[in-house]
């Protein structure tokens, strides 16, 4: 299995600042992914993050927006720039564990509010 | 391109009375399905998978690959199963695995 931390849990940010969200995991994993979830949405993947390689943004993403750190096997962090009211969603960090039949953990997710 | 469904985003029944979230799924390849649940102040958590053909908590999910069906049942529902449901289909992009979720049904079991 698979502990993540992210912080921070919630944060209330003005529009066109910028938010940088914190993944701690306490095992070494090879794929880091980010999701948000938008009110009353279902989960959306952002992008894939690779230690030692770009991320891997989904389609609707772009790393302008969403420059996402992978400096080692544990750690990640996503920014949300220039924010604006729709960037409000709550954001989470997921990892999948090393095998085919996969199971995913999540952390508990960042509440992002912009005023 | 690999898309799941869920076409109900609420589902309200009686305690102890039978549930079925129904999930159906499209991908070309042979699917990797599992059920996830948000229990409320909780996180995404895994509640079963296809592969490992378990019961948890009482929940069952079998893959119907004829009518690419992987639906979640439960004979008779509790109020603590009151959560939101995702079913995912595991898959791949550029960067290797990913999961592609549902909508999510939200399971309300009134006392």
């Known amino acids: 299995s698979a502990v993540i931390s992210q912080k921070p849990s919630r944060d209330i940010c003005q529009r066109g600042t910028s938010l940088t969200i914190q993944c701690q995991v306490d095992?070494?994993?090879?794929?880091m992914f980010w999701y948000r979830q938008q009110p009353g949405q279902s989960l959306t993947l952002i992008a894939t993050?690779?230690?030692?390689?770009?991320?891997?943004?989904e389609s609707g993403f772009v790393i302008d927006k969403f420059p996402i750190s992978r400096p080692n096997l544990t750690f990640s962090t996503l920014t949300v720039s220039n924010l604006s009211p729709e960037d409000s969603s709550i954001y989470l960090c997921?990892?999948?564990?090393?095998?085919?039949?996969?199971?995913?953990?999540f952390g508990q997710g960042t509440r992002l509010t912009v005023v | 391109a690999q898309r799941v469904t869920q076409p109900e985003k609420l589902l309200s029944v009686f305690k102890g009375a039978p549930v079925e979230l129904k999930c159906n799924y499209s991908y070309s390849g042979s699917p990797e399905l599992f059920w996830y649940v948000q229990y409320s102040r909780q996180r995404l958590q895994l509640l079963l998978r296809h592969i490992s053909r378990e019961s948890i908590k009482g929940f069952t999910a079998d893959l119907n690959k004829g009518e690419t069906s992987f639906h979640l049942k439960k004979p008779f529902a509790q109020e603590e199963d009151s959560a939101m449901y995702y079913c995912a289909l595991g898959g791949y992009n550029n960067a290797g695995n990913m999961l592609t979720f549902g909508g999510g049904t939200r399971l309300m079991v009134k006392p």
């Open positions: 997921s990892v999948v564990t090393p095998s085919r039949s996969a199971e995913a953990f």
């Open positions: 993050a690779n230690q030692g390689s770009e991320a891997t943004y």
């Open positions: 095992s070494q994993v090879t794929m």
